[in-house]
């Protein structure tokens, strides 16, 4: 085989697109492989450049093929989508991966250990308990509707409800039997949650840029865990708006003829990250407005002069994302006095 400069890969559950070039660009390599033979062909074939996009089982392939001595580029699907020349076919985004693989400017993902993917497994169940437990409550709360009991705002009610539902005589014997059920499966629930909680705490003592991040106002250890768990290596964002453009914190450009448009925010990157900033950043403005901030930001003083708490919450939590990056990057602790003085 002549000497290759660049292998795309397509990657699937069982079958491997191959397309690779020389150092004249042309198209020396066109295969299919299947997946037990992935390890056998690179480990017979000299250091390359090899390019995957960034899915599922991508990062296990960019260790294995690290360890046989070939350099790894993950790159975004979105990324890859622009080179696609026409139709979409295991071939053609295997070619589509190589040219993105070749451009200069192009942007890579951060290829994580197995240790970094079992912390992000974590976070990842905890999301997921949370979105049962709410579907859950919600269910709860609107077969009690059909029965005439209501509850308060708040997860703290659910159990209460719960009680009322299983004791009153007027709804019938069947209804109470599956609200019984529902309390078992809402306990079960909450206690595989507070289990996941108590991982997610352990490992954020253990974290010292999680600890450190905690610090920053908005921030608690839940999203602390998750910035540190989500960013591995914050050096690979050259600052703290790109860093708040890959969570998807930043407005949409549309400018254009000299005129500067901006739009909603992005809504790029990690939806649960983002959402948790924002929370966070929502909470802080709630103390703000009612004199219960210890170190209020004249910035943010300001801000909600001219701007609703909503968009004013966005606005927050992108300075949040730009803060714990800089925090990431330089080992810093937060100092509330220079953050205030910095956003003034």
């Known amino acids: 085989m002549e000497k290759l400069s660049r292998i795309g890969i397509d990657t699937s559950k069982q079958i491997f697109q191959l397309h690779g070039v020389d150092d004249f660009?042309?198209?020396?390599?066109?295969?299919?492989l299947r997946r037990?033979?992935?390890?056998?062909?690179?480990?017979?074939?000299?250091?390359?450049?090899?390019?995957?996009?960034?899915?599922?089982?991508?990062?296990?392939?960019?260790?294995?093929?690290?360890?046989?001595?070939?350099?790894?580029?993950?790159?975004?699907?979105q990324y890859v989508k622009p080179y696609v020349k026409r139709n979409k076919n295991d071939a053609a985004d295997?070619?589509?991966?190589?040219?993105?693989l070749s451009r200069p400017t192009m942007r890579f993902v951060a290829v994580k250990s197995a240790e970094s993917q079992a912390v992000l497994m974590l976070a990842g169940m905890r999301e997921r308990l949370v979105r049962s437990r709410t579907q859950l409550a919600?269910?709860?709360?609107?077969?009690?509707?059909?029965?005439?009991?209501?509850?308060?705002?708040?997860?703290?009610?659910?159990?209460?409800?719960?009680?009322?539902?299983?004791?009153?005589?007027?709804?019938?014997?069947?209804?109470?039997?599956?609200?019984?059920?529902?309390?078992d499966e809402y306990a079960r629930l909450k206690a595989r949650l507070e289990a996941v909680d108590?991982?997610?705490?352990?490992?954020?003592?253990?974290?010292?840029?999680?600890?450190?991040?905690?610090?920053?106002?908005?921030?608690?250890?839940?999203?602390?865990?998750?910035?540190?768990?989500?960013?591995?290596n914050p050096h690979t964002f050259r600052s703290g708006r790109q860093y708040?453009?890959?969570?998807?914190?930043?407005?949409k450009d549309h400018s254009t003829a000299g005129k500067t448009r901006?739009?909603?925010?992005?809504?790029?990157?990690?939806?649960?990250?983002?959402?948790?900033?924002?929370?966070?950043?929502?909470?802080?403005?709630?103390?703000t407005r009612r004199g219960k901030s210890r170190h209020a930001s004249p910035w943010l003083l300001a801000l909600l002069k001219r701007k609703p708490p909503k968009l004013a919450a966005v606005a927050l939590a992108n300075k949040i994302a730009r803060i714990a990056w800089k925090l990431m990057t330089t080992g810093e602790a937060y100092d509330p006095r220079r953050a205030s003085a910095a956003m003034a």
């Open 138 to 183: 919600n269910a709860i709360r609107g077969y009690a509707a059909e029965f005439g009991l209501v509850a308060a705002k708040g997860r703290a009610k659910i159990e209460a409800l719960l009680e009322r539902l299983q004791t009153d005589e007027t709804i019938p014997a069947l209804a109470r039997e599956l609200f019984a059920a529902h309390a």
């Open 198 to 232: 108590a991982k997610l705490m352990a490992w954020h003592r253990s974290n010292e840029p999680s600890r450190r991040l905690a610090r920053i106002p908005g921030v608690g250890p839940v999203i602390a865990s998750l910035l540190a768990m989500k960013t591995p």
């Open 25 to 32: 660009e042309r198209v020396v390599l066109r295969r299919k």
């Open 94 to 100: 295997a070619e589509a991966i190589c040219e993105a």
């Open 262 to 287: 901006h739009g909603v925010i992005t809504r790029a990157g990690d939806e649960t990250l983002r959402s948790l900033l924002v929370v966070g950043a929502t909470a802080v403005i709630w103390q």
């Open 36 to 77: 037990k033979e992935i390890l056998g062909f690179f480990g017979a074939l000299a250091p390359t450049l090899v390019g995957l996009e960034a899915s599922g089982g991508a990062h296990y392939w960019a260790r294995e093929l690290t360890r046989l001595g070939h350099t790894v580029r993950l790159i975004a699907p």
């Open 244 to 251: 708040a453009a890959w969570i998807g914190l930043t407005p």
